[in-house]
């Protein structure tokens, strides 16, 4: 892998469609308001135009002729390692590709996918953070970036059914949905595999876990190689199929549901044999249709304070889950639900999305980035906060730990079990 292969998949991606999007921009600089990473550091290099430069530099220096010129006049250089090392820091450590400088670009420029273009220029080079390579290596070894193992993902599954009494039904041929969880939920918050379980099974639901579609999180997509995010794609899909399953439910994993829910249909056209959903539309649905037994108001009688609903970039702002966490909340917490500013589409990013927390060189301007969500919590003067990402989760568990604050942290679907009544 060289800075060669870089340039070469920068040019591949440098079809028309880049090409009209990179002609668009007025350079106004709107979208750099939109970036936590920039408004909390004030650093124009974290613009996100800035951190798309180097696939307008490739091509303009590729196929225009004031980019040629530019060249042999000395006034731009050619991109070298050291410019694709830079840019990796830019697009790996300070993007979380959460999108929102997307939807503030007044010439409608797709910036997201422009990030994820140079993002796969730097994986095809070689220049993807080792932390970051580290863990799409142990995907590829073990089947799970986290360590879960086979066997760990077994262990795991007994000891969630025998702590928690709730029954788990594996490989399931003929089950109606499939759910898939992230490792991040397995490994670190297991109260999650628990808490779907108990819904699930509470609702009557037809569904099955697998032994071999076990692992939703998916490093190939936060690498920017569509070789590996298609080959962990495939191992879902394949075991989707194996059981015969109609449906997919991704659990509270974000960046997984982005893969798996939309990129994969491109690559994988088997994908589009099955449904797939994000487990925050089946809990809306679940709810809504009365399906759960649930105690109405069961947060406001435990009187602990504010509670505030984050919401992620992959599973609210771009999956359009936004209504079903707040009919939840208002439903369970209709006193103490209040709204964040801004919420919703206008979300700010937890800081932590898009590999940006497996990298431990980012850490410094992650919890940087963390300080704008503090800022937001504490404006609203929440006790407790509430999400559908585990990714996120794990950003605000860490936030929590390294400004010692004192807010509970917790997952929708852990709120609407515990709220559960349970039958006679
Ligand atoms: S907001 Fe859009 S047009 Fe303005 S600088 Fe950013 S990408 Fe370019
Ligand atoms: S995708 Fe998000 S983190 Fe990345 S540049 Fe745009 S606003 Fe910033």
């Given at each position: 892998m060289t800075t060669q292969d870089a340039m070469n998949t920068f040019v591949k991606d440098t079809g028309g469609w880049v090409a009209s999007q990179l002609e668009a921009c007025t350079r106004c600089g709107i979208c750099a308001d939109a970036c936590h990473f920039y408004t909390a550091?004030?650093?124009?290099?974290?613009a996100p135009v800035w951190k798309v430069e180097l696939l307008r530099r490739a091509y303009e220096q590729q196929f225009t002729f004031s980019g040629k010129i530019k060249l042999a006049l000395g006034i731009d250089k050619k991109i070298t390692d050291a410019d694709l090392n830079h840019w990796s820091d830019l697009n790996y450590?300070?993007?979380?590709?959460?999108n929102k400088c997307s939807i503030a670009c007044p010439m409608g420029i797709d910036l997201g996918s422009l990030l994820a273009g140079v993002r796969s220029g730097l994986a095809a080079g070689g220049f993807v953070p080792e932390d970051l390579a580290k863990a799409v290596q142990l995907q590829l070894d073990?089947?799970?970036?986290?360590?879960?193992?086979d066997e760990v993902w077994e262990d795991r599954l007994e000891w969630v059914e025998d702590d928690w009494e709730v029954d788990i039904p594996i490989d399931?041929?003929?089950?109606?949905t499939l759910v898939i969880f992230s490792s991040i939920e397995v490994m670190k918050f297991p109260t999650n595999i628990a808490a779907i379980a108990q819904i699930l099974n509470a609702a009557g639901e037809n569904w099955t876990v697998s032994s071999t579609a076990r692992e939703v999180v998916n490093f190939g997509f936060y690498e920017g190689s569509e070789e590996h995010t298609k080959q962990f794609l495939k191992t879902l899909l394949d075991g989707a199929k194996e059981l015969g399953v109609k449906r997919i439910v991704v659990t509270e994993c974000g960046h997984a549901y982005d893969a798996l829910r939309w990129h994969a249909a491109h690559m994988l056209p088997e994908a589009n044999n099955f449904e797939i959903t994000h487990i925050t539309g089946v809990l809306g649905e679940l709810v809504g249709a009365g399906r759960l037994n649930l105690k109405p108001g069961f947060y406001d009688e435990l009187d602990a304070g504010t509670i505030t609903f984050h919401d992620a970039c992959k599973i609210q702002r771009k999956g359009g889950h936004i209504k079903e966490p707040r009919e939840i909340l208002n439903l369970l917490a209709p006193e103490s639900f209040k709204e964040m500013t801004p919420?919703?589409?206008?979300a700010i990013c937890c800081g932590g999305g898009g590999g940006v927390i497996a990298i431990k060189d980012a850490d410094p301007i992650r919890f940087k980035s963390f300080e704008l969500k503090i800022d937001q919590v504490n404006k609203v003067g929440a006790k407790t906060v509430a999400m559908s990402c585990s990714n996120c989760r794990l950003q605000y568990v860490d936030g929590v730990g390294h400004f010692d604050l004192d807010w509970k942290v917790t997952g929708l679907s852990q709120m609407v079990a515990d709220a559960l009544i349970e039958e006679e």
């Open positions: 550091t004030g650093n124009p290099e974290y450590q300070a993007c979380t590709v959460c073990e089947g799970s970036p986290l360590g879960m193992t399931v041929e003929g089950a109606d919420n919703q589409e206008q």
